[in-house]
């Protein structure tokens, strides 16, 4: 069996999971609402404040996808409940952000501003002027929204200018000396 897959998902106080025909599966809590399309093959049920996922044999198929489904399931109640967030820095001497409305202006040297609209359900804010965080419910578009701003001006390894996650360390690069 799956160690992660087996797991039954709680669901807290506040939030209503309903499971509707052909695995579709609503979340609907303190934060917001979320409805994903998850495989028909598994089995999943609802049952005493609980959400378990079962797979109908041991298929490579449904081993890989019975943890990934439980996952998904266990990451949407944990975003109606709490959101998720990415917090980004950007590092350099004129690197800065502005924000305006739901616009996102950049000036990562380049010869013009770099403008970046929040998608649907996420927001980002600023700290400062080099501080970035981007909140949402929904893991997956806050994460992939947050990759698009890092990939704007990804850190270099020589002098750690651009933009990088806040845990994220850069492995520094020693630059080159000249000749004697």
Do not use: C, W
């Amino acid at each position: 069996m799956s160690r992660i897959g087996k797991l039954p998902v709680a669901i807290p106080a506040g939030v209503d999971v309903k499971l509707e025909e052909g695995n579709v599966i609503t979340v609907k809590g303190p934060k917001g609402t979320l409805t994903r399309k998850l495989v028909d093959d598994l089995t999943i049920t609802v049952e005493d404040a609980q959400v378990v996922v079962k797979r109908p044999s041991d298929l490579k198929r449904y081993k890989s996808l019975h943890g990934l489904t439980r996952t998904l399931i266990a990451n949407m109640i944990e975003g109606v409940t709490n959101g998720y967030k990415k917090v980004l820095e950007i590092n350099g001497v004129g690197y800065r952000a502005a924000k305006s409305g739901n616009k996102l202006t950049l000036t990562l040297g380049y010869s013009h501003p770099v403008e970046m609209f929040d998608p649907e359900g996420i927001t980002t804010t600023l700290e400062g002027t080099n501080k970035i965080t981007v909140s949402g419910i929904d893991k997956e578009k806050v994460g992939q929204f947050a990759a698009e701003i890092r990939t704007k001006r990804p850190p270099e390894p020589y002098k750690g200018k651009g933009i990088k996650y806040e845990t994220e360390t850069i492995r520094r690069k020693v630059g080159k000396t000249g000749k004697k």
